[in-house]
């Protein structure tokens, strides 16, 4: 389940109406959509599309999108680490982002001009955008794996505009559990035997 970390301030919101309240004011909105029982085993792209074609259609007409995909992505896609470069700076576009998590859990991390920068953990049923303009960066959780459906408003798909002075060196890249995603400097570097 999705959760909210905000580490300026300790605090973690994991109800769902308390984080559309918190998201609003940023002009990010947040759903859930059902996924246990609506696909087969190991679905293709196709699969996932068909299957979810109704929200798809009204999300698209509500938010004047072109197009939705499908990307999956798993620690054995080919240049995955490169692929994940381009994302887990910080870094806006010039259309909205926005995905609906069928399975697998990443984390956007917001850096809104107008209040704290924060973690959003979506996970699979999570839906979430990130507005045109949005100062963010994105990680993948431990298990490198992330399946979603993506939507445009440009069929050529966004772009990342890397911002100048960013703060994303100054938060941990790692994934957390709901309770904790603290900055880099809190955390005690971890000794391995």
């Known amino acids: 389940m999705a959760s909210i970390f905000i580490p300026s301030q300790q605090r973690t919101i994991g109800d769902p109406t308390e984080m559309r309240d918190f998201l609003k004011p940023f002009g990010i909105w947040f759903e ?4 246990a029982g609506r696909l087969k085993d190991s679905p293709t792209d196709q699969d996932i599309l ?3 074609a109704d929200e798809i259609d009204q999300v698209k007409k ?4 072109v197009t939705a995909d499908v990307i ?3 620690a054995d896609t080919p240049n995955l680490d490169a692929m994940l470069q381009k994302f887990n700076r910080e870094h806006v576009h010039h259309e909205d982002e926005v995905r609906f998590t069928v399975s697998g859990k990443g984390i956007f991390h917001i850096h809104p001009d107008n209040g704290p920068v924060f973690g959003v953990t979506v996970e699979s049923g999570d839906m979430i955008n990130v507005p045109c303009g949005m100062k963010h960066w994105f990680n993948l959780c431990d298990d490198r794996h992330i399946r979603c459906i993506r939507f445009f408003e440009d069929v050529a798909g966004w772009t990342p505009h890397y911002v100048e002075q ?20 809190r955390i005690e570097p971890m000794v391995r035997p």
Do not use: D, I, R
């Open 50 to 52: 068909n299957e979810y």
């Open 62 to 65: 509500t938010g004047g999108y």
């Open 32 to 35: 859930q959509w059902q996924v």
């Open 166 to 185: 960013s703060v994303h060196s100054e938060y941990s890249p790692m994934c957390f559990g709901p309770s904790q995603l603290p900055p880099k400097s």
């Open 72 to 74: 999956n992505v798993h």
